[in-house]
T-cell receptor, first 113, second 114 residues
Framework: ELKVEQNPLFLSMQEGKNYTIYCNYS?????LYWYRQDPGKSLESLFV?????AVKQEGRLMASLDTKARLSTLHITAAVHDLSATYFC?????????????FGKGTKLSVKP | GAGVSQSPSNKVTEKGKDVELRCDPI?????LYWYRQSLGQGLEFLIY????????KSGLPSDRFSAERTGGSVSTLTIQRTQQEDSAVYLC????????????FGQGTRLTVV
């Protein structure tokens, strides 16, 4: 059974600082997705990582995938308040009984001035 | 439509009543998911459809919950004899099957049981 773990679950950062969110998963997969959720809103797709070594960047966020380590990272550079949200990773389960996607519990990021 | 559509967006119901939540996935998406999210919590997986079939219904919290999908498109999640602990946001997502299984989410239905 595929398990997806994110850490930290809560992250309080100061503006301007860098930090990394980690997403570990338990079985082989080479497809991983990152989502953002603002309070009271639905989930918005951020990054699609479809192969080992994939790296995607959008603004102050950069996501990478290491399928051998079963690890994805979401790196935040010079955080700003607008990045405050909950970030979820999801791993492709290749059509397991719970469907293709298994989500982590989310990392709640709070960026303070 | 262009995205996943859920209705109603908000529903307030009295304890003991039945409710039906609807999800219209993106056209052509064969996979459809239902999740529940309580206030400030993560995503609780409920059920997944591939086409009209749900391989595993064990994520449904109790036998008061049921879901169906018809024509490989619209899905309804039905909660019978609602309880206060059913209050949550119910999110639907759909995806293709293939190389990119990125899921797209609807705006959710906020259910309040009073």
């Amino acid at each position: 059974e595929l398990k997806v773990e994110q850490n930290p679950l809560f992250l309080s950062m100061q503006e301007g600082k860098n930090y990394t969110i980690y997403c570990n998963y338990s079985t082989t997969s080479d497809r991983l997705y990152w989502y953002r959720q603002d309070p009271g809103k639905s989930l918005e797709s951020l990054f699609v990582l479809l192969s080992n070594g994939a790296v995607k960047q959008e603004g102050r966020l950069m996501a990478s995938l290491d399928t051998k380590a079963r690890l994805s990272t979401l790196h935040i550079t010079a955080a700003v308040h607008d990045l405050s949200a909950t970030y979820f990773c999801a791993v492709d389960n290749y059509g397991g009984s719970q469907g293709n996607l298994i989500f982590g519990k989310g990392t709640k990021l709070s960026v303070k001035p | 439509g262009a995205g996943v559509s859920q209705s109603p967006s908000n529903k307030v119901t009295e304890k003991g009543k039945d409710v039906e939540l609807r999800c219209d996935p993106i056209s052509g998406h064969t996979a459809l998911y239902w999740y529940r999210q309580s206030l400030g919590q993560g995503l609780e997986f409920l059920i997944y459809f591939q086409g009209n079939s749900a391989p595993d219904k064990s994520g449904l919290p109790s036998d008061r919950f049921s879901a169906e999908r018809t024509g490989g498109s619209v899905s309804t999640l039905t909660i019978q004899r609602t309880q206060q602990e059913d209050s949550a946001v119910y999110l639907c997502a759909s995806s293709q099957v293939g190389t990119n299984t990125e899921a797209f989410f609807g705006q959710g239905t906020r259910l309040t049981v009073v």
